[in-house]
């Protein structure tokens, strides 16, 4: 028989949303007439706006013609997308970042994933602690750790605490590491990094040779003034950092499929007898060897909020979400829940009530409720004792949600 990769199998337990889904229908067959709201997975429900749509149906026209007809395109994306992201996303801010330094995909969880895949197997990494579970598990897959102790927490990993006492910001580590995965605005915690925050960790960069991670995703939900959108705001960063951009909440691609990573040309890493090496580069050969780009349709889509009309519609889209993260986050406050987040993120963390686990808070909300959140423990030992809700919801489930979680388990 073929030999797997036994990396896999230290994988302590399934993914967490696969896990949350067992559950939930679990719950649904014992309980068929239960009318469950859903906050946990953050998956977007308002429906494409207008000007995405339209645009996606010229271009999908287009191919029907033999004039218009596309083939494969360029892996790296179609240089009109390019273009306007590196216009509008960054120049347009003040950032310097080229258009051929963005590569367009089809998610940021894939472009997180995949990107360790161009660094040393022995590339010492660290992450926060809770975190999104795939900075993880993908490092776990391509045998960068040891086995997970009792807590989860995987030998070879350098975890950075981040807990209430410290603002839930990581604090960069006392010992050189090659790779550090950052989110800001955070998932799971919703807390953002000011300026000052994002240099300590340039400057330990820049001194120490790591290269930054940075996971912008939901950098569109920022409200607050002064809160950096991009960790290239911060002088130096070109030299040390990677920027991951999603279109899945900024726009509702979550199931249309369509993201960019930003790589650039001043990016280095060593190869094996230490000389320097071009980042970007090596990213531009995995891409064009392992993706053959997103479909033509979809990258017209995403350049379609780069007009006024997609602005607009996309800003509404933004603003009704972060409607709901109040509504979440001021219920809760008002029913006595310790709450963070929620501001400048759709999402809000919550200390469980009654010192409860976050998988018991978890079933409790799911059988007393009837309302499907997300258990802090999976997202690390330190989310443990924290629970996640998404504002992703209708806005009167949403409300429904806060009034059940008042009246059946709080009141």
């Keep these: 028989m073929a030999r797997i990769n036994d990396h896999y199998l230290k994988l302590a337990a399934g993914y967490l949303f696969p896990e949350i889904g067992r559950r939930v229908r679990l719950f649904q067959g014992e309980n068929p007439d239960a009318e469950l709201i859903r906050l946990g997975i953050g998956d977007v429900v308002l429906p494409l706006s ?15 013609t033999e004039e218009g007809f596309r083939g494969y395109g360029p892996e790296q994306g179609y240089p009109f997308l390019r273009e306007a992201i590196a216009e509008h996303e960054f120049k347009r801010n003040g950032i310097h970042v080229d258009a051929d330094e963005i590569f367009v995909s089809d998610g940021s969880k894939c472009d997180s994933g995949n990107i360790q895949e161009i660094f040393a197997t022995a590339a010492k990494i660290a992450v926060p602690d809770p975190v999104y579970p795939v900075y993880v598990d993908t490092n776990v897959m391509a ?3 040891g086995m997970p102790d009792a807590e989860g927490r995987y030998a070879g990993i350098h975890y950075l605490p981040c807990t209430e006492e410290n603002g839930f910001l990581p604090k960069v580590p006392s010992e050189p590491v090659d790779l550090v995965y950052l989110c800001f605005p955070n998932n799971p915690t919703g807390t953002v990094a000011s300026a000052a925050a994002l240099k300590e960790w340039v400057d330990y960069a820049r001194e120490t040779g790591a290269v930054l991670l940075y996971d912008a995703a939901y950098e569109a939900f920022i409200a607050e003034e002064g809160i950096p959108h991009s960790i290239y705001e911060i002088p130096g960063a070109r030299e040390v950092a990677i920027e991951f951009r999603s279109f899945s909440k900024k726009a509702g691609f979550t199931g249309v499929r369509c993201a960019y990573i930003v790589i650039p040309k001043e990016l280095r890493g060593t190869d094996a007898k230490g000389q320097p090496v071009e980042i970007h580069g090596l990213w531009s050969r995995r891409h064009s060897t392992k993706f053959n780009g997103a479909s033509y349709p979809v990258q017209a889509g995403a350049a379609a909020i780069y007009t006024p009309e997609g602005e607009a519609e996309v ?9 709901n993260a109040k509504i979440i986050r001021d219920g809760l406050t008002q029913i006595g829940m310790e709450t963070f987040g929620g501001v400048n993120a759709p999402y809000v963390w919550a200390k469980t009530p009654q010192g409860k686990s976050s998988w018991e808070f978890f079933d409790e909300l799911l059988n007393k409720a009837q309302v499907v959140g997300t258990p802090g423990a999976g997202f690390g030992a330190h989310g443990e004792g924290y629970f996640r809700l998404s504002a992703f919801g209708k806005r009167e489930q949403v409300e429904e949600a806060v009034t059940r979680i008042r009246d059946r388990m709080i009141g």
């Design 143 to 145: 045998g960068r750790t």
């Design 315 to 323: 800003r509404s889209h933004i603003e009704y979400y972060m409607t």
């Design 50 to 64: 207008p000007a995405i749509c339209d645009a996606m149906h010229r271009a999908i026209d287009e191919l029907g």
